[in-house]
């Protein structure tokens, strides 16, 4: 039972993670007259935003539509931005598109602003390169930036910007806050392959929470499970080791998991990256199921008790659901750790080898049982 509902989770919940439409799967409205959409696109890791566009080598001109939601009725004014630095990967010397809507009228406006000191206040200006066809319209709660651009000396691999701000009381932009995502949403972009590479450099902190988290919940955690399963299946006159392995892979899996979730509130700051929300929420619920799961030890009712059967029945749910949420979380890291890397296949890499494990694990019990139990029926014949 175990293993099906488990195989059924793997199955079904990559589709969970697109609850904001990846931008392959993207329909533009009627209203903007783009019926077969753009041929390439890519999901940009901050901000939920994307770049939908078509590169035309032969000639170097870019095609594009920026896409960022957050725009909608009863969201702060804000504007957004994306850019080209032909001449670096930061903010000076980025050659902007800017949108925002107009708090006069309601229209929205589009300009170019090119960045030429860090307290820009994203004035009109001429770009260093030709822009053509810039507008900008908002559908629901999504701003798009339209543009035909000339791309730098013809360049297949461009470093981009994107970027939002909040705006004053009298409509004009403000500074952009000063903190994570926004110091670090830039990218190099093929425009050919479409690959992005991120700016940063993963920290130690980032890099000690991916290496505990994956050890604790995706390695110790699974095997204590299944060594609780099926250790007595397939040593049944050794009735006690199984304990003690099982504890022996838990408790270094709670201690770790707990680890790599405070480490992950020290990184807390990385809220706009997509998936995070979903991320942190996920590990909180983790720690909490596996500290009721860890007091057990000292909780759980003697084999005698009558709430004893009540009690496993709770473990071993409460136990199989920590170990699924952790494999999953772990598939959510992936993609916030390399956006590149499409949701699906994480979670199906993470998750599809351990339920392979279990099936098998299954089988081979069920088939040990069937051999018994015919072993038994000749033996009474």
């Given amino acids: 039972m175990f293993s099906s509902i488990f195989i059924l989770f793997v199955t079904t919940l990559p589709f969970y993670v697109q609850s904001t439409t990846p931008c392959a799967n993207y329909k533009f409205a009627p209203i903007l007259k783009k019926p077969h959409g753009y041929k390439n696109c890519v999901d ?125 009381e009298y409509g004009t932009p403000l500074w952009h806050n000063l903190a994570y995502p926004n110091l670090h949403s830039m990218a190099s972009l093929n425009l050919l392959s479409g690959d992005i590479i991120l700016s940063e450099k993963p920290t130690p902190f980032r890099n000690a929470h991916v290496t505990v988290n994956i050890i604790g919940w995706g390695i110790l955690m699974p095997l204590g499970i299944m060594i609780a399963r099926h250790y007595k299946e397939f040593f049944p006159k050794d009735d006690s080791t199984w304990f003690y392995l099982h504890i022996g892979c838990q408790i270094p899996a709670y201690i770790l998991g707990a680890t790599g979730w405070a480490i992950g509130l020290k990184l807390n700051s990385i809220q706009g990256l997509r998936h995070f929300a979903d991320h942190k929420r996920i590990g909180t619920a983790l720690f909490c199921m596996a500290t009721f799961q860890v007091s057990a030890l000292v909780l759980r009712p003697h084999k005698d008790h009558m709430y004893r059967s009540y009690w496993s029945k709770y473990h071993h749910l409460v136990g199989r659901v920590t170990v699924i949420l952790g494999l999953f979380n772990i598939s959510l890291g992936l993609t916030i750790l390399k956006p590149g890397i499409d949701a699906r296949a994480a979670i199906f890499g ?32």
């Fill in 44 to 168: 940009l890791p901050f901000f939920n935003s994307s770049l939908h566009y078509n590169y035309n080598p032969s000639i170097g001109t870019l095609d594009m539509a920026y896409r960022h939601p957050g725009v909608g009725p009863g969201s702060l004014a804000k504007w957004v931005a994306w850019a080209i630095n032909p001449t670096g990967k930061a903010m000076l010397g980025a050659q902007t598109l800017v949108a925002y809507r107009n708090g006069d009228n309601g229209s929205v406006l589009a300009y170019t602003s090119p960045i030429m000191s860090y307290r820009t206040g994203l004035a009109k200006g001429a770009l260093s390169f030709d822009v053509i066809g810039l507008k900008a319209v908002i559908i629901k709660d999504e701003i798009f930036i339209f543009a035909m651009i000339k791309v730098p000396k013809n360049k297949t691999l461009i470093n981009q910007l994107w970027q939002e701000g909040l705006l004053n």
């Fill in 350 to 381: 993470v998750l599809a080898p351990w339920g392979v494990v279990a099936l098998v694990l299954e089988i081979l019990k069920k088939s040990k049982k069937t051999k018994v139990a015919a072993s038994q029926s000749s033996s009474n014949h």
